[in-house]
């Protein structure tokens, strides 16, 4: 297919892609272009330079934090975070779900960076960022800013990147201590977009008997990933038990208006959001009594 | 690379070939394979990153060419299913394709073969759980992927005969 005439710059650092990207309006970085190449296609963007950054060192690594979390490198790829021992060792469930976008070919090119920038409701890695407290570092020509993951998501294709912003890295605190993660996604066909999602984060109490802690996160019943305050509420100090999760997670999007199509009604989505807010919360409790820092379960 | 232009130098290495070209900013690596090169073996199916019949090896990582922009591949190595057999002998992957029927139209074999030999180098011997797994971004409309799935097996155990195809028995190029 041929893309609307465009210019292409592959900058030798990330000062000289800010350079450019605070130039002009129409400069739009260029990482694994796993979505851009298609919006280009399409022409639902007009874009007057590709900004590469794809192969811009400081934007590619995975480095242990002094305090034992993460810095993921906006231009890491899934390939990257699955393979990554780091990733692996302290936030599992962060390699696993990066495991399962699409297919290999796209995770040898889509980056993490990518992956949040297009703010895609039903992107994957939204939701597990919130749940884990994840931080986006932000740079421009002018300075830098932390942007929590739960304030960078503004609304469809929308994130918190002023012009001439980039996104260099994204920094995921270390997990607390008896501390584990789930995932749940519900999709009608494995190559289908998911209809609802949740990711969760639970801090277990010394014994081990009861909920600490929690982060349930909750993507595609609104236009970004959100937090559910009254779950988490009714889950902090409850039993860790099946029950009592099913329980505190019976109230689990009411109130909230998820999109309706072809795929599913409002109301069964607000249904199977308890449903996976139970099922990831369960596993982030079984995640956090085993050895992984985190599981998964169902499709992409 | 440090000036922003509409089209750019692209030296590459294409099946151990080197090649210098000048490319338009907005061309897809799989034109510049098939429009520019010749190469015409590797496949456009979709053109929207879907389907993975243009699938090929950029600095030994499995990508689809349709979703790549071909400045972006200058000083990379390319391996397309041109590279595959030798001599006219088919790869005992592509052998395997032959003797276990793993492809009806053909028009999804060069992603296919891609595919599964990015998964043979990365897991030498995978599981059927692994191969679907590998050529999960490569849609086939004829075969329902059992034998493709077989002949990937078959293959990675190294139980194609090796046989040289009917074709180059008959010392017909292939």
């Given at each position: 297919m041929l893309l609307e005439q465009v210019e292409y710059v592959r900058p030798e650092s990330v000062g000289d892609a800010l350079e450019i990207l605070a130039s002009d309006d129409g400069a739009a970085p260029l990482a694994g272009g796993q979505s851009l190449v298609n919006v280009l296609k399409n022409r639902v963007a007009s874009v007057d330079v590709l900004v590469d950054i794809s192969r811009l060192a400081e934007l590619s690594s995975i480095v242990r934090t002094a305090d034992g979390g993460l810095s993921i490198?906006?231009?890491?790829?899934y390939d990257a975070l699955d393979r990554s021992p780091e990733v692996r060792e302290s936030h599992w469930l962060l390699g696993d779900v990066a495991a399962h976008i699409e297919d290999q070919q796209i995770r040898n090119k889509g980056t993490i960076g990518g992956n949040c920038c297009l703010s895609d409701p039903t992107n994957n890695l939204p939701p597990v960022l919130v749940a884990l407290d994840a931080v986006m570092e932000l740079r421009s020509r002018t300075g830098e800013r932390s942007v929590p993951a739960a304030d960078f998501f503004k609304g469809y294709f929308a994130?918190?990147?002023?012009?001439?912003?980039?996104?260099v890295s994204i920094t995921v605190p270390p997990m607390p201590e008896r501390s584990g993660a789930g995932y749940a996604s519900l999709a009608v066909a494995a190559d289908a977009k998911a209809l609802v999602r949740a990711a969760a984060r639970v801090t277990l109490d010394e014994g081990g008997a009861t909920i600490a802690d929690s982060r349930l996160v909750l993507a595609r019943v609104a236009h970004v990933p959100v937090r559910d305050a009254d779950a988490e509420a009714r889950l902090k100090g409850a039993d860790a038990t099946e029950e009592a999760v099913r329980v505190a997670c019976s109230g689990v999007a009411d109130g909230m208006q998820p999109i309706a199509d072809v795929h599913g009604t409002s109301e069964y989505r607000r249904q199977m959001a308890k449903v996976m807010a139970r099922r990831a919360v369960a596993q982030a409790i079984a995640a956090a009594r085993g050895s992984r820092n985190g599981s998964t379960a169902g499709g992409k | 690379m440090g000036e922003r232009a509409t089209s750019h130098s692209v030296t590459v290495e294409v099946n151990g070939e080197k090649v210098s070209r000048i490319v338009a900013a907005r061309q897809l690596l799989v034109h510049f394979l098939r429009d520019t090169l010749g190469l015409t073996g590797t496949h456009i199916g979709?053109?929207?990153?879907?389907?993975?019949?243009?699938s090929v090896i950029v600095d030994g990582k499995l990508v689809k060419s349709c979703m790549i922009l071909a400045p972006q591949v200058d000083g990379a190595k390319i391996e397309t299913v041109?590279?595959?057999?030798q001599d006219g002998a088919l790869s005992p992957l592509q052998e395997s394709f032959h003797e276990h029927h793993a492809l009806q139209c053909g028009y999804c074999t060069p992603g296919m073969l891609m595919s599964a030999t990015y998964l043979l180098r990365q897991n030498p011997e995978p599981s059927d759980e692994e191969i679907r797994r590998g050529i999960r971004g490569n849609v086939c409309?004829?075969?329902?992927y059992v034998n493709i799935v077989e002949a990937i097996r078959e293959a990675s155990r190294g139980q194609a005969t090796g046989r040289r195809s009917v074709h180059a028995a008959a010392g017909e190029e292939v």
């Open positions: 490198g906006a231009c890491v790829t994130t918190a990147l002023e012009p001439g912003e980039l996104l | 979709c053109d929207t990153g879907n389907c993975g019949a243009c041109e590279s595959l057999a409309r004829c075969t329902g």
